[in-house]
């Protein structure tokens, strides 16, 4: 059997030329090539297909769940929102025993997640159900530690943020702020445990700067070139907090973040039980709660529980004794592995995957190239070795360039991408296998606001593309973006990968193959 590879550009969109899209205005001297010669197609990326709210952008975690799935499922996102505005979520068996444990105890509870105006790895509307619940359940304590955005949110939006926020507390009579520092040190993915300890340490100790005003901390240090991503640990001054506003004994701790990958290595600190990445306290009866399930292996409870998915690509592949192969670098490795099969951790039967370290760099885009040039030589190698039926390869170039909000290194890690995907078509074109080329969702092709021309470092709503490329499909062609329309959605790959594997899609698969209407371009 020829191998299946796809290619999977995380934050590449696809939108008319403008002085802020990255994509577009590169040199991409081999994606002119494919654009001339092979067929393609426009996939919609964001809002109810991916199974987030109207309007919604995508999202890593939702776009690999629905390339790898081919499924549309009500994300973590719609789940939560929509139990609040029914209700069911203040009657949640979890909660109600974290309100129970507090009272029992006569202690605290912690809030402890990402704050911002987006809707990636948490959500502010979750936040104020928290607390609604917390006071309704005569919870006497409850304390805040939030992380800076910079990233999903305007670079400078957290003293807003926070001003709105300490309004909402004192209207509502409850909670208070004891803690703040940025997601690069709260929300370490890549095993830079030093950043997860600052946190931690912060939580359990208060050790940061001290301050009475957060909002005041945080613009001196907007005056000192620091934005939100990058934000230093700063605590609430005064005896308060050595009192209170860190983590003891008997308390309860929520981590309100839903998205599991970049909350694992904190909840790790504190729900671990052989953790030893760093030294920890050995806390007595605390409780501790995730709004979504971090990880098995953790003493904690999951407030919603994550849906189960049995019928996903690459469990199909397995099924049907055929290998496969993937790699992605750190930032996205579990995009690749877990969201792309579904939730589902361990490896499969015959699935082999590589994890190319990120390099511990705090800006990515002081190296535009990341681990492009490394992944690219891997994936060759394994093309070229024959093992492999399905190989799989995420490059997080393009989305990790557009959160820094950096133009000019956007462009690069574009040009490095073309350089990198002009060599493995050549690897799969050489073996007669197939090359399917795709992305999760937008960003680099969307920098700068259009209305107010001011950096803009969240994802776009604008759909991928998806190209299909083999030896037999190749011949001039006079098809441009800006001719085309949303043709499909992100889970229609899943079902394309099965039809040229010679599989048959599952009764439960939503998508639908695209090969039928990519063969008649």
């Given amino acids: 059997m020829k191998p299946v590879v796809l290619v999977i550009l995380d934050g590449w969109g696809v939108v008319p030329e403008y002085k802020g899209n990255a994509i577009a205005n590169a040199a991409k001297p081999n994606f002119d090539f494919i654009e001339k010669n092979f067929p393609f197609a426009l996939l919609q990326a964001s809002g109810i297909p991916v199974g987030l709210p109207w309007g919604e952008p995508g999202n890593s975690e939702v776009g690999h769940a629905a390339l790898g799935t081919g499924q549309i499922r009500h994300q973590a996102l719609t789940r939560i929102t929509l139990a609040i505005q029914n209700g069911s ?42 607390l609604e619940m917390a006071k309704n359940e005569n919870v006497k304590e409850i304390w805040l530690h939030l992380f800076t955005d910079g990233r999903d949110s305007p670079p400078k939006e957290a003293a807003t943020a926070i001003e709105n926020l300490e309004s909402r ?100 600190a504190f729900a671990q039980p052989d953790f030893n990445n760093f030294p920890v306290k050995k806390f007595k009866n605390l409780f501790i709660a995730t709004l979504t399930q971090y990880e098995k292996k953790l003493a904690a409870e999951a407030v919603f529980k994550p849906n189960t998915i049995n019928n996903f690509l690459s469990r199909m592949i397995s099924e049907r004794g055929l290998k496969q192969f993937k790699i992605a670098e750190t930032e996205k490795y579990a995009h690749a592995t877990y969201f792309f099969n579904g939730g589902w951790e361990e490896s499969l039967p015959g699935e082999t995957r590589k994890l190319v370290h ?36 995420n490059f997080a170039n393009a989305d990790m360039m557009g959160h820094s909000g950096d133009y000019e290194a956007a462009v690069k890690a574009v040009q490095v991408l073309d350089e990198s995907v002009g060599k493995i078509m050549k690897a799969v074109l050489a073996v007669g296998g197939t090359l399917i080329i795709t992305s999760d969702h937008g960003n680099a092709d969307e920098m700068i606001n259009r209305f107010s021309g001011e950096i803009f470092t969240e994802h776009s709503s604008n759909p991928v593309p998806c190209y299909l490329i083999m030896n037999s499909l190749k011949k001039p062609r006079e098809t441009k973006y800006n001719e085309l329309k949303i043709q499909g959605i992100l889970q229609d790959v899943a079902a394309t990968v099965l039809d040229l594997l010679g599989i048959s899609p599952p009764g439960d698969m939503d998508g639908q193959s695209l090969l039928p209407m990519l063969y008649k371009q």
């Fill in 89 to 130: 979520f203040f009657k949640n068996p979890v909660l109600k025993m974290a309100a129970d444990k507090a009272k029992e105890n006569n202690s605290a509870w912690h809030l402890v997640g990402l704050l911002g105006s987006g809707s990636v790895h948490s959500y502010i509307d979750h936040l104020y159900a928290l």
């Fill in 169 to 268: 507390l004192k209207w509502l009579g409850a909670g208070k702020i004891a803690s703040v520092i940025g997601r690069l040190y709260a929300m370490d993915r890549d095993l830079n445990w030093d950043r997860t300890e600052k946190t931690y340490r912060l939580l359990t100790e208060g050790l940061g700067e001290k301050t009475a005003d957060f909002t005041a901390a945080i613009k001196k240090q907007y005056a000192g070139g620091v934005t939100d991503e990058f934000i230093e640990p700063m605590a609430l001054a005064g005896k308060e907090i050595e009192s209170a506003g860190t983590i003891k004994d008997g308390d309860a701790v929520i981590f309100f973040n839903f998205r599991e990958d970049s909350a694992r290595q904190l909840a790790r």
């Fill in 358 to 393: 990120s390099a511990p760099q705090v800006r990515f885009n002081e190296s535009p190239a990341m681990k492009a040039p490394e992944i690219t030589s891997e994936l060759c190698l394994a093309i070229a070795g024959g093992e492999y039926d399905f190989l799989l390869a």
